[in-house]
């Protein structure tokens, strides 16, 4: 019987749409707010009642979230049912759980007796904070309340000792889904911050270690728990990710309004629904909660601590920098540092001496440099500026640091602009973090290649600066529109900054450099020929000098390590690190490297040549024009996406030498590949009409495409730049278009920024006049 019962539960609706409203099942009214989520868990208790009968030594209790009255509408029911040891136990438990899943309602469920229960509690941490939610519903109130109270005082007593555990789960559950304050497309239950979170503090407050449930943080959970109640009804099933197109229509609900530029609030009506309101909201209940179970922690090693101490209660005080000493585990203010007027670098220091030692600042010392500490004068004094460069250069000591000093009010003493880029979201697929997050993240990865650089603190803070300019004339706004360029708005904003904290000029204007060329490098290498003497030589005169290049290549390789997987491959390090490569031979010896020669393969011995080398595709055959589209249309015929194409004519000969990536992470059948590359360069009628086929079958939808022309941008060519959504075939369709309209392409270039490209083809030939152009165009979009 108990596994037919598990099956049965298995097999009970999942997350999909399936799962039914539980306010229909209830018949209550839906809604956000306490009182609709207690009148949904009363309307349950009345129906499981009519679902139990009266019978001495049984009782259904309510665990999870109807045992906290906090029903979710597209929730799930967690229930016990508990017994003295009566007999019958098989046959009444299918009489309870059958309505339920007749209902199509997702049951945990389990029974057992007090002791089980408990002895369950004593093995499976997990148990014993599910037991501390436990509610009476139906059946023996007096069973049931010796379970709540038994369960209550087990806690109480073992809880110092199950704690590393749970901390343990709940530190792989942080690693598993990230912080909840910092992400994009945050778990409203699972991320660090979450309401998972809540639990724990709740299960620690009960334990008496620490009051962990004070007024802010009950006021962040009841936040939550409403975003995740609109986010339910929302999208119409049980999920809580909260994701970006469900944003709006979450805020709209919870009516959370834009701000007009005259000031109005939300409260009066004004503005329209906004997403990115919502999510700098969550942001900060997370981090409240985030903070207080960071509290929570260190109060319960202190605890464990002071227990392995027995006796002696004398703690050492550790001094681990000027003015800083370690206190149990925290640190704290030397007494010299109290008393006199402090120092108004003493902020940073501390906060410096907590990133480099990995140790926690104690609360009360945050609590009273934000009361006291004073203002750093103007420009900063040499100690200041030294301990925010070591602050930011201690690698994964800074995230934490950071984060403190931000929760106390600190850090928008050092730097006013924080306020603006707090909690900002980044209306980008790529980006995995809010603004703030990133930019301190990208101080983080900048740290491992400071020596690589002959200024790291130039690096570090060029780091933590180059997006400032982000959430300007429309970014990050609710029109998700970013018509300025970030880089442009950020260098003067960022020279600012520099000046600020006393540097001198030339050092402010480098700083202001970086900021504006931090896309420089990426963007060139894979949209640019790197080949082509025009691309060195613009680069070469925009950075100016060696030095500013190391910078900058450091800093891109930060920023991609900040933003997320899908902003860097080994494909993209070798590009940048080609052209860091060139143009640093352009600036040290003032001559252009000449261009690749070709692969002595490809010009040698009879035609085709097909030659097949990890991520390399060559093919030589006899010239021709649409070599190239062929090619690419065989390569998206056996799902490979073209990274970067090169077309050249020697002696006679069509050359073409691509790039490529599996599309979906698997690599084809070289033989067959190689087969259907022979026949198609020779003129294979049916590998061509199977090409059409399949390209015409993935053609894909988005946004309008547009072209964009540059004149100067080559030695020998024009660029026409294709912006468009990203689709199979791609590449081989307007490759085939610019061949029919009579345009001669010589290199390609694929950059892919989530769902949509830019790719750069290289026409070969004078500028054309604006008919031709439009004419070009037009057959481009066409394809596309």
């Given amino acids: 019987m108990t596994s037919l019962i598990k099956r049965n539960a298995s097999d009970s609706a999942g997350d999909g749409g399936a799962i039914p409203l539980i306010n229909e099942v209830v018949g209550v009214p839906g809604g956000m707010g306490e009182g609709a989520r207690v009148a949904r868990a009363e309307a349950f208790d009345r129906w499981l009642a009519t679902l139990l009968p ?204 834009q701000l007009h530029p005259n000031g109005s609030d939300a409260a009066q009506g004004a503005g329209v629904a906004d997403g990115d309101v919502l999510l700098r909201r969550v942001a900060g209940d997370a981090r409240t909660i985030s903070h207080a179970l960071d509290d929570a922690w260190r109060a319960a090693d202190r605890l464990r601590s002071g227990r392995r101490r027995g006796g002696d209660h004398r703690l050492v005080r ?49 609590e009273w440099l934000a009361a ?64 703030d997050r990133h930019l301190v993240q990208t101080a983080c990865e900048a740290s491992r290649h400071t020596r690589e650089v002959d200024r790291p603190d130039l690096l570090l803070l060029g780091a933590l600066l180059h997006d400032i300019g982000k959430g300007f004339s429309g970014e990050g706004t609710a029109g998700r529109h970013e018509p300025a360029d970030h880089s442009t708005v950020g260098a003067p904003l960022a020279e600012a900054v520099a000046a600020r904290i006393g540097l001198p000029a030339p050092e402010v204007a480098l700083i202001g450099t970086l900021v504006r060329l931090h896309l420089l490098l990426p963007d060139v290498a894979t949209r ?3 080949s082509d003497p025009v691309t060195i030589a613009r680069v070469a005169e925009q950075v100016g000098g060696p030095a500013t290049l190391d910078l900058l290549h450091g800093l891109v390789r930060a920023d991609a390590a900040a933003t997320g997987p899908a902003a860097w491959s080994d494909w993209k390090g070798r590009l940048v690190a080609e052209l860091v490569a060139r143009v640093h031979t352009a600036l040290d010896t003032g001559v252009l490297p000449a261009p690749p020669a070709p692969d002595p393969a490809l010009v040698v011995g009879p035609l085709p040549v097909v030659h097949l080398s990890g991520d390399r595709v060559a093919v030589a055959a006899a010239d021709r024009r649409g070599l190239l589209s062929t090619v690419a249309g065989c390569l998206a015929l056996h799902r490979l996406e073209v990274l970067s194409a090169d077309a050249s004519t020697v002696d006679g000969r069509a050359l073409v030498e691509c790039r490529v990536q599996p599309r979906y992470g698997l690599a084809p059948e070289p033989i067959a590949l190689v087969g259907d590359l022979r026949r198609a360069v020779a003129g294979d009628v049916s590998v061509t009409q199977r090409l059409r086929g399949r390209a015409l079958a993935a053609r894909g939808s988005g946004a309008a495409p547009r072209v964009v022309w540059h004149r100067e941008a080559a030695t020998d060519a024009v660029l026409l730049e294709l912006r468009a959504a990203d689709a199979a075939g791609l590449l081989y369709r307007v490759a085939c278009a610019l061949d029919e309209a009579g345009a001669q392409v010589r290199a390609a270039r694929i950059c892919t920024l989530g769902g949509d490209v830019v790719d750069a083809f290289y026409l070969v030939g004078g500028w054309p006049s604006d008919d031709e152009r439009a004419r070009l165009e037009a057959a481009v979009l066409a394809a596309v």
């Fill in 54 to 257: 009266g019978r001495d030594g049984v009782a259904l209790v309510a665990v999870g979230g109807l045992g906290r009255r906090q029903c979710a509408p597209y929730g799930d029911l967690d229930l016990v049912l508990l017994h003295a040891g009566v007999p019958g136990m098989d046959e009444l438990a299918p009489k309870l759980w059958y309505p339920i899943w007749d209902a199509r309602l997702r049951l945990d469920h389990s029974v057992r007796t007090v002791a089980e229960a408990l002895s369950v509690a004593q093995d499976d941490v997990k148990v014993a904070l599910g037991l501390l939610d436990a509610r009476f519903v139906a059946g023996d109130r007096e069973l049931a309340d010796t379970l709540v109270r038994t369960a209550t005082d087990h806690w109480r007593r073992t809880a110092v000792r199950q704690l590393p555990a749970l901390r343990e789960i709940t530190t792989a559950r942080w690693q598993a889904h990230g912080e909840l304050a910092f992400l994009l497309e945050g778990d409203l239950k699972e991320a660090a911050g979450g309401l998972r979170d809540v639990g724990i503090l709740r299960a620690i407050a009960t334990a008496g270690i620490t009051d962990a449930l004070r007024p802010a943080v009950r006021a962040a959970h009841l936040r939550l728990l409403d975003t995740r109640d609109a986010l339910h009804e929302q999208t119409g099933r049980r999920v809580d990710r909260l994701v970006a197109q469900e944003r709006d229509g979450v805020a709209a609900r919870l009516g959370l309004r």
């Fill in 318 to 366: 550790r001094p681990v920098a000027r003015d800083v000493v370690e206190h149990d585990g925290e640190l704290v203010l030397a007494r010299t540092a109290i008393g006199a007027r402090p120092d108004p670098s003493l902020s940073l220091r501390v906060a410096a001496a907590a990133a480099t030692t990995r140790l926690p600042i104690a609360r009360a010392t945050c």
């Fill in 372 to 435: 006291y500490c004073p203002p750093l004068p103007l420009p900063w004094p040499a100690e200041a500026r030294a301990a925010l460069i070591t602050l930011l250069g201690a690698g994964t000591g800074l995230v934490p640091a950071w984060e403190t000093c931000d929760r106390y009010g600190l850090v928008d003493g050092w730097l006013p602009e924080w306020t603006r880029m707090r909690s900002l979201p980044q209306h980008n697929p790529v980006h995995r973090y809010t603004l």
């Fill in 528 to 530: 640019r020929d790197l």
